[in-house]
């Protein structure tokens, strides 16, 4: 059906930046609200940053100023720039997505991308 995947992850120095993109593909009538995620091992899954279809965004307190979602709905993608990384920054980001498959289904749907590896160490 839908596929997200993510890419840009990797090693940074602590102040460093990397930027994250998710692409979605398959059969995609519309996406609606994407998101980025992350999580560390033993800790829930936090959600990072959130934008709208329209381009509204929201972040989580420790990211603002620092991190920026963006989104290219031509494209069916979303990006995390991560700029001051920080060594508490380390995790694994998820790319998620409301979708519409089809015209005419009723709801949207949720799906997930497998992951990316961020580490934020000297």
């Known amino acids: 059906q839908v596929q997200l995947v993510e890419s840009g992850g990797g090693l940074v120095q602590p102040g460093g930046s990397l930027r994250l993109s998710c692409v979605a593909s398959?059969?995609?009538?519309?996406?609606?609200?994407m998101r980025w995620y992350r999580q560390t091992p033993g800790k829930q899954r936090e959600m990072v940053a959130y934008?709208?279809?329209?381009?509204?965004?929201d972040y989580t307190d420790s990211v603002k100023g620092r991190f920026t979602i963006s989104r290219d709905n031509a494209k069916n993608s979303v990006y995390l720039q991560m700029n001051s990384l920080k060594p508490e920054d380390t995790s694994v980001y998820y790319c998620?997505?409301?979708?519409?498959?089809?015209?005419?289904?009723?709801?949207?749907?949720?799906?997930w991308g497998q992951g990316t590896q961020v580490t934020v160490s000297s």
């Open positions: 934008i709208t279809r329209g381009g509204d965004t």
């Open positions: 998620h997505a409301n979708v519409r498959v089809h015209s005419s289904d009723q709801v949207a749907n949720i799906f």
């Open positions: 398959g059969t995609i009538f519309e996406i609606y609200a």
